[in-house]
C-alpha cells in the first residue's frame, strides 16, 4: 500500500509531512519510549536513552506485513543542540542494509548513506536530515529553527526548513494531564508537515490517519491530536481552494482544440467544446458550434483538449488531492483507506473546499495474523465478512478489495455477498491460493501483476511476506507470457472477464532503481521538485545480489511483456499507481506504451476504461454532450507521444478550472517551461 512503499524517504519527512518563540531544550536525561501506530494498530516503537558520553541513542522499528525498518541511530550534539555527528545502522524498510554517517567537524561536513556520498564547507547553522533516522530528530531541528531570528535552517545536502507554531492543547490520559504544543515544518514535501511537543520541548507525537508516533501511555489521544491539526490543514486547503479555484461566470468554450475522442481512440483536429456550469453542452467542430454570449474562451491551438485522467489504484490521504489535480487526475479508485477520512475528504473535494479529484471508494478486508494488512476491518468468520460488507455497501463503496492474509475459504462467500450487493470484488491473491483460484472463486479483478507471476512459482509459500517481491524479482524473468502455461492462463482471465491493474511502476522501482541514481519514473520532474523530495528518488529500490542486477532488469521486462500479452488478448487493463500521488500515474502510462500499446489505446484505458470499470460512463470518462465537465489540456499530443501527458496546462474539474501553474506554486514545484 501506498504510504509505507514510500517509507524509502526519509524517516524525518515521512514523520514530519512555523511568530513563534523559543521552546525549551529537550530534555533527553531520561529514557523515552514511543509507540509506533499504522493503520490504527500497534505496530512497533521508538526508544531514547544517554550514552556514557553525552550522545543520544535511539532505536526504532515496526513491523507492516514482514516489512519494517529497524535501526540504531546515535546522535552527538554541539552546544547548540544541532547534531555534528550521527550514525545509524540496521535495516530499513525492505530490510536492505542500513549504515549511514554524517560529521561536522571544523566547519567541513561530511555525509554517506545508501544514495548519497558528499562534503560542504560550512558557514554558519545547517542541519542535516538523515535518510534513515529515528522521528525524535524533528526535536532535535525544532529547537535549532525556533532558536534562529528567521526560524529557518539550510539543509544538508540541500534545501530548507522552516517552522511555525500552530496551537497548544490541553490533553489528558490515564489520569494525567498535559499541554502539547503543535508545530509545523516546512522543507520536506509538498505542504506543512504538523507534529507536537512536550512542555520540556521534546518530541510528543506524529499523528496521521495512516500512521503516528506517540509518547507511551498517550496513544489515546491520538485522535484529538489529530483532530487539532485539522483545523489548520483544512483550514490551508480551503483557503488553497479559493484562492486557486475559478469557476466561469458564464460558458466555458475551448476553441482549435485536438480533441481526444475517448469512445474511438483518435484525435480529432480543430474542435470547438462548450461547457455550461458542470456540464459539457456542445462539442463539435469549429465553426460548427453556436457559440454562446458572453462566454469564457480557452484559445487551445496546438494543444489536446482530453478527458480527465483516471488513477484506479490510490490511497488517498491528505495532501494527494492537490497531487492528483496538478497532474490532470480528475478521479480515483480508492482501494483501501481510513473509512471516516477517506468520506470526509472525498466531502471535501466535492464541496470545494479541498482541491482534489472525485473519488471511488472499495472497502479493504483482511485475516488477522503476523501478516495482516494495515486496516481497521478483519474478517476471520463469514459473519464478520457480512458485516463489512454490508457496512461498506451503506456507506456508498462499490468494490471489496481481499488482502493476503484472508482465510481463502472465505473468499467464495465473500464474493457472493459483495455480488449480491452490486459490489465488485478485488484485491491481493490471498496467500495459500494462487491467481487461478481467485479467479475461479468468482473475483473481477486482481491488484498488482506480481500476483499474475507468484501463480507461475508455486516455489512460493507465504506470498503475505517480502518474497512476494523478492523472489518475482529472482525469477520472473523465467515466465515466459508466450508459453502454453501462461496462455491458458490468460484464457482462464478473457473467460471470466477479470480486470487485471497492474502497478508496473511500483515494480519499476523496486527492480529496476539503484541506490545514488535517479529513479526512472521521476527523472523527467525530479529537478522541478523540493529538494528533500528529491532526494528520495535516488533512494534505490529492493536490495540486489551481487550478480543478480540484470536478472532484476529481465524480470522487470517480463512484466512489460506480460502487460503486452494481456493487452493483445483483450484482458482489460486499468491504471493504478499506488504510489505517489499524480506523478506516477504519468509513468504508468508511458510504461504501457513501452510495453507496447499504442498511446492512443493508452490514453483510452486511462480514460473511459476506468470509468467503465466503475460504471461511471454515462457521465464520465470521454467529451462529450451532457457529461460531467471533468478535462485537461495539454500540450502536446500524448495519443502520438505518450510523455507529453506530463505537460499537462489546465485541469477541469466538474465545471471548475485550474491552471497547473498556480498548483505548482502552491505545492512548491517549479512550474515547466
Not at 96 to 121: C, H, I, M, Y
Not at 212 to 224: C, K, N
Not at 258 to 264: G, I, P, Q, V, Y
Request: with cysteine.
Amino acid at each position: 500500500m501506498k504510504k509505507l512503499s514510500l517509507l524509502f524517504f526519509p524517516i524525518l519527512a515521512v514523520l514530519v509531512h512555523a511568530q513563534v518563540s523559543p521552546a525549551p531544550a529537550p530534555d533527553v536525561t531520561k529514557a523515552s519510549r514511543y509507540t509506533f501506530i499504522l493503520a490504527g494498530n500497534k505496530a512497533g516503537f521508538e526508544s531514547s536513552t544517554r550514552n556514557a558520553d553525552g550522545s543520544l541513542q535511539l532505536h526504532f522499528e515496526f513491523n507492516d506485513r514482514g516489512r519494517g525498518p529497524n535501526v540504531n541511530e546515535k546522535i552527538v550534539t554541539g552546544k547548540d543542540g544541532i547534531p555534528v555527528e550521527i550514525e545509524i545502522t540496521g535495516v530499513d524498510y525492505l530490510k536492505a542494509p542500513v549504515d549511514e554517517r554524517f560529521s561536522l567537524k571544523q566547519g567541513n561536513a561530511t555525509w554517506k548513506n545508501r544514495s548519497e556520498e558528499g562534503q560542504k564547507k560550512i558557514n554558519g547553522k545547517v542541519f542535516y536530515a538523515s535518510i534513515s533516522g529515528a522521528a525524535e530528530e524533528t526535536a532535535l531541528l525544532a529547537k535549532a529553527l525556533l532558536a534562529v531570528p528567521d526560524h529557518k535552517l539550510p539543509l544538508l545536502p540541500e534545501g530548507e526548513a522552516s517552522i511555525e507554531k500552530r496551537s497548544e492543547l490541553k490533553i489528558n490520559a490515564n489520569g494525567q494531564s498535559r499541554t502539547v504544543t503543535q508545530y509545523a515544518l516546512n522543507g520536506f514535501g509538498f505542504s506543512p508537515s504538523p507534529f507536537w511537543l512536550d512542555a520540556d520541548g521534546k518530541l510528543f507525537a506524529s499523528v496521521s490517519t495512516w500512521s503516528s508516533i506517540i509518547q507511551e501511555g498517550w496513544e489515546g489521544t491520538a485522535g484529538d491530536l489529530l483532530k487539532e491539526q485539522d483545523k489548520f490543514d483544512n483550514e490551508r486547503s480551503r483557503k488553497l481552494a479559493q484562492t486557486l479555484a475559478h469557476k466561469p461566470k458564464g460558458p466555458l468554450v475551448f476553441v482549435h482544440a485536438n480533441l481526444f475522442d475517448a469512445e474511438s481512440a483518435q484525435m480529432l483536429p480543430n474542435r470547438t467544446v462548450v461547457i455550461t456550469g458542470n456540464r459539457i453542452t456542445a462539442v463539435g467542430a469549429d465553426g460548427h458550434v453556436p457559440l454562446p454570449k458572453n462566454a469564457e474562451t480557452v484559445d487551445a491551438a496546438g494543444k489536446t483538449l482530453m478527458p480527465g485522467l483516471w488513477d484506479m489504484h490510490v490511497h488517498v490521504q491528505p495532501g494527494d488531492g492537490l497531487l492528483h489535480m496538478v497532474c490532470g487526475v480528475t478521479s480515483v479508485r480508492d482501494l483501501a483507506n481510513d473509512t471516516d477520512a477517506l468520506l470526509q475528504m472525498r466531502r471535501r473535494f466535492d464541496e470545494g473546499a479541498e482541491i482534489g479529484p472525485r473519488v471511488v471508494m472499495a472497502g479493504f478486508i483482511d485475516g488477522r495474523g503476523p501478516f495482516q494488512g494495515p486496516t481497521k476491518v478483519f474478517a476471520d468468520t463469514e459473519e464478520e465478512a457480512k458485516t463489512a460488507i454490508d457496512n461498506y455497501a451503506r456507506l456508498g463503496y462499490i468494490q471489496i478489495k481481499v488482502y493476503s492474509s484472508l482465510k481463502p475459504e472465505l473468499l467464495p462467500k465473500i464474493v457472493e455477498m459483495a455480488h449480491a450487493h452490486g459490489m465488485r470484488v478485488s484485491g491481493h491473491v490471498p496467500s495459500g491460493m494462487n491467481a487461478e483460484q481467485f479467479v475461479r472463486d468468482g473475483v473481477d479483478e486482481i491488484q498488482h501483476m506480481n500476483f499474475i507471476f507468484l501463480d507461475f512459482m508455486p516455489q512460493v509459500k507465504d506470498t503475505r511476506t517480502p518474497a512476494r517481491f523478492t523472489e518475482v524479482a529472482a525469477h520472473g524473468a523465467e515466465i515466459d507470457p508466450k508459453s502454453e502455461q501462461v496462455q491458458a492462463f490468460i484464457q482462464l482471465l478473457k473467460e471470466h472477464k477479470i480486470v487485471v491493474d497492474p502497478t508496473l511502476s511500483i515494480f519499476e522501482g523496486m527492480f529496476e532503481d539503484r541506490p545514488g541514481k535517479m529513479a526512472q519514473g521521476y527523472a523527467p520532474v525530479a529537478d522541478s521538485m523540493p529538494a528533500q523530495v528529491r532526494r528520495g528518488f535516488l533512494y534505490g529500490g529492493l536490495e540486489v545480489p551481487q550478480g543478480q542486477d540484470q536478472r532484476f532488469q529481465d524480470s522487470f521486462q517480463r512484466m512489460l511483456d506480460m502487460a503486452k500479452a494481456f493487452y493483445d488478448a483483450g484482458v482489460p487493463i486499468v491504471a493504478g499507481t499506488d504510489s505517489l500521488a499524480g506523478y506516477s500515474l504519468h509513468r504508468e502510462l508511458e510504461l504501457y506504451e513501452k510495453a507496447g500499446i499504442p498511446a492512443a489505446k493508452v490514453l483510452q484505458l486511462a480514460t473511459l476504461g476506468g470509468a467503465r470499470v466503475v460504471k461511471r460512463d454515462a457521465e464520465l470518462g470521454s467529451i462529450a454532450p451532457g457529461k460531467l465537465a471533468d478535462v485537461i489540456l495539454v500540450d502536446g499530443n500524448p495519443a502520438t507521444h505518450i510523455s507529453d501527458i506530463r505537460r499537462v496546462k489546465t485541469v477541469v474539474r466538474d465545471g471548475v478550472v485550474y491552471q497547473v501553474t498556480d498548483l505548482d506554486h502552491a505545492l512548491g514545484v517549479i512550474p515547466a517551461k
